[in-house]
């Protein structure tokens, strides 16, 4: 079993930057990706960012690209989102999720996720 913690969300402007993080415990993440996901109201829940735990390979969203940077600590057993140029559309509940494998967008292949974190951007 993993478990995940979110934390780090928050009512910001648009523009304002944010910091997400996910605590992990439980397994070795060493075969791990991770990923972050999102779920506005009325949505699905798409795919933000993921990393490999081991290497540092990420792979994020076209909408992300340039705003988000995916991150992990090892040592801490600790994933980031952080978010920069926050806009109004990336209002939503960010979740943290595990996958025992390489890097995947596809939500379905993600077994542990965490309970979330409310970002909310006011425009």
């Known amino acids: 079993q993993v478990q995940l913690v979110e934390s780090g969300g928050g009512l910001v402007q648009a523009g304002d930057s944010l910091r997400l993080s996910c605590a992990a415990s439980?397994?070795?993440?060493?075969?791990?990706?991770m990923g972050w996901f999102r779920q506005a109201p009325g949505k699905e829940r798409e795919f933000v960012a993921a990393?490999?735990?081991?290497?540092?390979?990420?792979y994020y969203a076209d909408f992300v690209k340039g705003r988000f940077t995916i991150s992990r600590d090892n040592a801490k057993n600790m994933m980031y989102l952080q978010m920069n140029s926050l806009k109004a559309e990336d209002t939503a509940v960010y979740y943290c999720?595990?996958?025992?494998?390489?890097?995947?967008?596809?939500?379905?292949?993600?077994?542990?996720w965490g309970q979330g974190t409310q970002v909310t951007v006011s425009s």
């Open positions: 439980g397994r070795t993440l060493s075969s791990y990706t």
């Open positions: 999720a595990a996958h025992y494998g390489v890097l995947t967008k596809t939500r379905s292949e993600y077994g542990y």
């Open positions: 990393i490999r735990w081991t290497g540092g390979s990420a």
